[in-house]
């Protein structure tokens, strides 16, 4: 990416740097933290996989500029991602993995916490 659009991207995503998988790790752990009912954590942990980086295309972008996203989840078509690029909702996206390359989706699969993306998913109503 040339460095003005890079620049100018920062500014709309407000991104000091992008996060290494250890602060992606803090990250999750924060949002585990902030779950008061044990068992949806304890659920929502069933279905982590080692975070992943890759590179998903902006949807709204005419040149289909990629950026950062960490997968965290994983569980049959379905995903949910971490990335500092999210729509303003939130840094948590919901999304279908068969889609290659990956996409940053809709910004209504989008969200300010882990939690909320993943009471929104499939594997929320799944019995463990």
């Known amino acids: 990416m040339k460095k003005i659009e890079r620049k100018f ?3 709309i995503f407000k991104v000091d740097k992008e ?5 992606v790790l ?13 068992k949806l954590a304890d659920k929502i942990k069933l279905y982590f996989v080692e975070p992943t980086l890759h590179f998903a295309i902006w949807d709204y972008s005419a040149t289909k500029d ?13 995903g949910i991602l971490f990335s500092e690029y999210g ?3 939130g ?26 993306a993943f009471l929104d998913s499939w594997m929320a109503e799944q019995k463990t």
């Not at 803090?26 to 044990?38: A, F």
């Not at 989706?105 to 939690?115: E, M, N, V």
Request: aromatic content about 16%; overall charge negative; hydrophobic content about 35%.
């Open 9 to 11: 991207m920062d500014l």
């Open 19 to 23: 996060k290494t998988k250890d602060e």
């Open 26 to 38: 803090e990250e999750i752990n924060t949002q585990l933290s902030l779950i008061n009912d044990i």
């Open 66 to 78: 990629k950026y950062p996203v960490w997968l965290i989840i994983s569980s049959g078509d379905t």
């Open 87 to 89: 729509y303003g909702f």
């Open 91 to 116: 840094n948590w996206g919901l999304i279908t993995l068969s889609s290659q390359p990956l996409y940053f989706g809709p910004d209504f699969c989008w969200y300010p916490t882990l939690k909320d």
